[in-house]
C-alpha cells in the first residue's frame, strides 16, 4: 500500500522526532495519510533572547531547551531530554551569559554556565516558574496559591523573601522604573516590587487571564493572556491606556521582544515560535502543532479530535494539502502556513487531558488530574463522572452506554453509570492502559507493563496475545484487534476468532525520539507533571484506523 508523506513536505517541516525528515510508516496493507505536519518543538513555554541572537525556549512538555533562529526557523536542542534539568518552564539570562531555568515540578533552579555545565542554585521552591535577571541577580516566583517572589544567589548564600501571597505567578520582567511587574494569574492582577523589597503595588487589575507580563522597547507593559483567543493588552504606565487585540494564538504562555521591536510568542497549548504585530497580526516562525497527541477519536460525522494535554484538538486536512497550496502560491513560508496554524483547529482549552471516546455527539474524556469529563463540544458544557482516579487514561463506551475507563495506576478497569457510581469491574492489573469492546460486548485491556492484551472474562483477566512490545492504544474493527506496540513502533493486528497475529504498520512516530530516554521528574502532589506517553488509537465511521503518533505531533490515517 502507499504512504501519502511527501518527500519535499517532509523536508520542508522535520520533525522532533526525526531531523533529517525521512521517518516513514510502511504498511503492505494499509494506506497511511499524515492528516496534520510534525511539530518540530515539543511544546513550547518559557521565551527568551540569548547573548547570541537566538531565541531559547523551554520546552515542559519535552524537559528540554531548544535555541530557535528568529530568521530561519531552524530549531537546534541545546539542553537535551536527558539533562539535569527534567521540565523547564521559564529561563533567563544573566549578564555574564549564564542560563538561569525554572525547573517546574522538580522544584528546582539551575544555572547552566556558557561552558555548558549546571550547578544546582535552589531546590527549596514549590513549582517555579517565572524568572528573570537584573544584571546577574536572579529572581525567580512561584505558580501556586500563596506563591513566593524570592531574590536567589548562584553563589551561595539564604534566598531573599520579597513578597509572598502570589495568586499564582508566572512570566516577569524589570520595567523602566526599575521595579519587577509580575503577574496574579488566578486574580486576574499585575503587580509591582522593588528588587530591593518593599510593599507590592498593584499596577492593572481585571486583566484577562495574564500569564506573562513584558516590556516591549518603548517601555509599554504587554501582558499576555493563556485563554483561547490569544489576547494580547497593552498598557501604558503613565496614562493607564489600555488596548487589546485578539490574536487567535491559543493558550498564550510568554514573549520576547528582540531590537527591532519585534514581538515573538510561545504556546504552551500548540508549541511554536510566532512573531505578532501590533495589531494582532502573525507570522509563525517555527509552525505550532500538536503537543502530544495522545488519546484519538472520531465521532460519527468524522470529526477527528485528539486530547492533547491542555486542550481539545485535531488536524485541518491532510499535510500535503498544506504543502500543494504552500507550492502552489510560490511562497513555501510561514505566511503560508499560517491559514492551518499547524494543519491543527483548537477546539477549546481542556487541562490534562489524556484519554478521549466520542459518542453520542459529547465527548468523555479522562485527565490527568484524576478525572472523568463528558463534554458537549456544541454547547461547551461539562459534566464530571469521577475525581480521585489514579492516571486514568483509555476510554470507551460500553454496550448499554456506560463509561469503561483504564484506571492505569491502579491497576483497575472502572465502570462509570449513567448516574456515575463507580464500579470495579477488574482489579490487580500491572499497567492497564487502554480498553475497547468487540460486536459481541467483550471488554479487550491493553497492558504495557505485562506486554498483554487482554479480555475481561467475569472480572478476571484471560490472555488473548502476550509478549507484546508495550501495547497501548486498542480497538476493535470486525473480527480484529489492533494495538500500538509502542516499544517496537508498530501496529499489531490480532484475529478474534483463529488468534492469529501479525505485523500491520511498522516505523511508527510514538513515544520518545529513537535512542532518547528521559528520567521521570520528581512531582509535587497533586500537580500534574509532563504528560504521560500514550499513543491512543480510534475506529473512523468508515472503518479507518486513527492512530496518535505523539513522537511527532501528528495524527495518521491508515485507510485500506
Keep these: 500500500m502507499t504512504s501519502t508523506f511527501p518527500e519535499e513536505g517532509a523536508r520542508r517541516q522535520p520533525s522532533r522526532f526525526d531531523a533529517t525528515g525521512h521517518w516513514r510508516t510502511t504498511s503492505e496493507r494499509w ?8 511539530n518540530r518543538l515539543w511544546g ?31 530549531v537546534d536542542v541545546v539542553v537535551p531530554m536527558d539533562s539535569p534539568v527534567q521540565a523547564p518552564d521559564d529561563l533567563a539570562f544573566g549578564a555574564d551569559g549564564s542560563m538561569y531555568i525554572a525547573d517546574i515540578t522538580p522544584g528546582r533552579v539551575w544555572r547552566r554556565d556558557p561552558a555548558g555545565e549546571f550547578t544546582l542554585v535552589s531546590d527549596a521552591m514549590t513549582l517555579p516558574n517565572g524568572i528573570t535577571c537584573v544584571g546577574n541577580r536572579l529572581f525567580v516566583n512561584e505558580m501556586r496559591g500563596n506563591g513566593r517572589l524570592m531574590e536567589l544567589f548562584p553563589d551561595g548564600g539564604e534566598p531573599t523573601l520579597l513578597t509572598d501571597g502570589l495568586a499564582w505567578g508566572n512570566a516577569m520582567q524589570l520595567g523602566p522604573d526599575g521595579l519587577l511587574y509580575y503577574p496574579h494569574m488566578i486574580a486576574n492582577e499585575v503587580w509591582r516590587i522593588s528588587p530591593d523589597g518593599g510593599e507590592p503595588e498593584l499596577v492593572a487589575e481585571n486583566v484577562d487571564d495574564p500569564v506573562a507580563v513584558r516590556f516591549d522597547q518603548g517601555g509599554v507593559l504587554v501582558v499576555l493572556s493563556r485563554g483561547v483567543a490569544g489576547i494580547v493588552t497593552r498598557i501604558d504606565l503613565g496614562t493607564g491606556a489600555r488596548s487589546i487585540v485578539v490574536s487567535g ?12 521591536n519585534r514581538m515573538f510568542v510561545s ?34 460525522g468524522g470529526t477527528v479530535y485528539a486530547a492533547d494535554h491542555y486542550r481539545l484538538a485535531g488536524p485541518d486536512g491532510p499535510d500535503e494539502h498544506a504543502s500543494v ?35 453520542d455527539g459529547v465527548l468523555h474524556l479522562t485527565s490527568q488530574l484524576g478525572e472523568v469529563r463528558t463534554y458537549d463540544p456544541v454547547a461547551k458544557t461539562t459534566r464530571i463522572r469521577a475525581t480521585g ?29 449513567a448516574t456515575d457510581t463507580v464500579a470495579v469491574l477488574a482489579a490487580g492489573l500491572e499497567h492497564p492502559v487502554d480498553v475497547a469492546f468487540d460486536g459481541e460486548g467483550r471488554c479487550y485491556v ?22 507484546l512490545g508495550a501495547p497501548q492504544g486498542l480497538v476493535v474493527r470486525h473480527d480484529e484487534l489492533f494495538t500500538v506496540e509502542t516499544a517496537h513502533r508498530r501496529l499489531r493486528s490480532i484475529s478474534l476468532v483463529t488468534g492469529k497475529s501479525g505485523i500491520d504498520a511498522e516505523n511508527l512516530a510514538v513515544g520518545l525520539p529513537p535512542g532518547t530516554t528521559r528520567p521521570t521528574p520528581r512531582l509535587v502532589p497533586g500537580v500534574p507533571g509532563p504528560p504521560r506517553q500514550f499513543a491512543g488509537l480510534a475506529l473512523g465511521p468508515d472503518g479507518s484506523l486513527f492512530l496518535s503518533a505523539n513522537g511527532e505531533g501528528s495524527v495518521l490515517r491508515l485507510s485500506r
Excluded at 249 to 260: I, K, M, P, T
Excluded at 327 to 347: F, L, M, P, Q, Y
Excluded at 447 to 457: E, F, N, P, S, T
Design 267 to 300: 504556546s504552551y497549548a500548540s508549541g511554536g515560535v510566532t512573531e505578532m504585530h501590533t495589531d494582532g497580526r502573525i507570522r509563525e516562525i517555527v509552525p505550532r502543532g500538536l503537543d502530544g497527541p495522545f488519546g484519538v477519536t472520531v465521532d460519527l
Design 325 to 359: 497550496s504552500a507550492k502552489a502560491s510560490g511562497t513555501e513560508n510561514a505566511d503560508a502556513r499560517t491559514h492551518t496554524s499547524g494543519g491543527i483547529v483548537t477546539h477549546d482549552l481542556r487541562p490534562f487531558v489524556h484519554g478521549i471516546t466520542a459518542a
Design 44 to 74: 513550547s513555554n518559557g521565551v527568551t533572547f540569548g547573548p547570541d541572537g537566538r531565541l531559547y525556549v523551554a520546552q515542559f512538555i519535552a524537559g528540554q531547551i531548544s535555541a530557535v533562529d528568529p530568521a530561519s526557523g531552524i
Design 446 to 467: 491493553s497492558d504495557d507493563r505485562l506486554g498483554a492484551v487482554l479480555r475481561l472474562d467475569n472480572g478476571e483477566a484471560v490472555t488473548v496475545a502476550d509478549g
Design 389 to 417: 482516579l489514579s492516571e486514568p487514561t483509555g476510554i470507551a463506551v460500553a454496550p448499554d452506554g456506560s463509561l469503561v475507563v483504564a484506571e492505569t495506576g491502579g491497576g483497575r478497569i472502572l465502570r462509570i453509570d
Design 249 to 260: 494564538v491559543a493558550g498564550l504562555d510568554n514573549a520576547a521582544f528582540d531590537d527591532e
Design 31 to 38: 494506506n497511511t495519510t499524515r492528516l496534520n505536519p510534525p
